[in-house]
């Protein structure tokens, strides 16, 4: 169990070796201890996007740097009335793009304040140069993402593909389904981005739209729970003009390889890390998640879906209703996307014999001519040590439209198909414009 780190003794201006003493002490203020302690222990119907913004108010954020772009900005909205009320002790600052609004993210996180950003759609892609440099640096910040669709067509609706653009850039990636898992992942995420073993920055994902702007009940903890589970943020090498370093420093070629090499590494560390973090969530709050992959009629599956995200919420009725019908149908939600959970995967689909990755995004001119998860998710199950399904993928939600459950029997008859033939029709299907 984590336990608190005691504040030291000193003037808020004394200056130690890891930062100034007021960036590790995590206090809060007389209203927002007056306003947690009254919201401690009830149930708040919220919406995904405030229970973000509850999440970063739990986790005492420092700095937090916004510029609106729907879905997301609705996040922003509530932590300025928190900041506005004297609930939260924290600079705000309103930048005039996506890419100044990570760049004093950044900088915060490096001068040892716990920083919250985000962004939705072209946002996401318009601040990328920021991606690699924060996780090279090793400044674990977290950024809430709203998924919304990237122009053309500019529809403004939910889909996937603005977080996976940035897939590959070294940031822990996970999808929440529910305000809960919202509220919950803020939390989490920092628990283990923050860890000194990581020290890697977080998007905590929702579906812009159906998560980020529909209510669902919050279990509201007590300040204590939270600060027990997630301690002040204490980077290990802040900026300090009486302890210089070196952050971004140019360095000749032959010095690139080992840094790359130890941020691949950090995002391997990350795995059981994330395991004993989510763990220990559940001994401290009371809900308990899957560390990977969260499992849905899987012992005794025939087929089974792979997804992330809200739509996962209607997968599972989609699943009962072909139960009732005799078929063994199941699911893999994938609670992470980085560090991919290969062995989790592997795991869980053992003695399926088919699999259909649900894609709600575009990886255009991929090896399957569709998605983007369908690719990790066939090499993962390629090297598959408990036998290797056949796998297809749907390009299904895309532009934020719904994947009712009529189309997930089209799909659940195209995973029967292959299963029968023994073979897939081909590596990706469009929902909705096949017959």
């Not at 923050?194 to 980020?212: A, K, T, W």
């Not at 997804?307 to 919420?313: A, L, M, Y």
Request: a negative charge; one cysteine or more; hydrophobic letters at 40%.
């Amino acid at each position: 169990m984590t336990t608190i780190r005691e504040a030291p003794p000193a003037e808020v201006t004394t200056v130690h070796a890891n930062g100034p003493a007021w960036l590790a002490r995590g206090e809060r203020t007389p209203e927002g201890e007056a306003f947690l302690r009254n919201a401690a222990g009830t149930r708040v119907r919220l919406n995904g996007c405030a229970a973000a913004a509850y999440g970063a108010l739990y986790a005492n954020v420092d700095v937090v740097t916004a510029y609106p772009i729907r879905p997301y900005t609705a996040i922003m909205m509530n932590l300025a009335q928190f900041i506005a009320d004297g609930v939260l002790d924290a600079e705000y600052l309103h930048a005039d793009g996506e890419h100044a609004q990570l760049s004093a993210a950044f900088g915060a996180g490096s001068c040892g304040a716990r920083a919250y950003t985000g962004s939705s759609g072209v946002g996401v892609t318009y601040g990328y140069e920021m991606y690699s440099i924060t996780s090279g640096a090793r400044i674990p910040i977290q950024m809430a993402i709203a998924d919304r669709t990237l122009d053309p067509p500019g529809d403004f609706g939910s889909e996937h593909t603005d977080a996976l653009c940035t897939r590959d850039m070294g940031w822990l990636l996970g999808w929440a389904a529910t305000p809960q898992e919202v509220f919950d992942k803020t939390l989490i995420g920092y628990a283990i981005g923050e860890d000194p073993r990581v020290l890697l920055p977080q998007m905590i994902v929702q579906d812009g739209y159906f998560v980020s702007h529909i209510a669902g009940e919050v279990e509201m903890p007590s300040a204590e729970q939270v600060d027990r589970y997630l301690p002040p943020y204490n980077l290990p090498f802040p900026l300090n003009p009486r302890h210089p370093v070196s952050h971004g420093a140019q360095i000749h070629p032959a010095q690139g390889p080992p840094l790359q090499l130890e941020r691949a590494r950090a995002m391997e560390t990350a795995i059981p890390v994330i395991r004993r973090r989510t763990d220990e969530f559940a001994e401290v709050f009371g809900r308990r998640y899957a560390h990977f992959v969260e499992e849905y009629l899987l012992d005794d599956a025939e087929i089974a879906f792979v997804i992330s995200g809200g739509h996962s919420v209607t997968c599972r009725a989609a699943i009962q209703r072909l139960r009732a019908r005799g078929v063994k149908a199941g699911m893999a939600r994938l609670m992470w996307v980085r560090p991919f959970p290969t062995e989790d995967l592997q795991k869980a689909l053992r003695g399926v014999k088919a699999v259909g990755v649900v894609e709600t995004n575009l990886g255009l001119g991929g090896a399957s001519y569709g998605g983007i998860l369908s690719l990790d998710v066939t090499t993962a199950l390629f090297h598959s040590p408990h036998g290797r399904p056949l796998v297809t993928s749907f390009m299904a939600g895309l532009g934020g439209e719904t994947v009712p459950i009529a189309e997930f029997d089209w799909m659940a008859g195209k995973l029967a198909q292959a299963q029968e033939r023994g073979a897939v029709e081909k590596p990706t299907h469009w929902v909705g414009f096949e017959d």
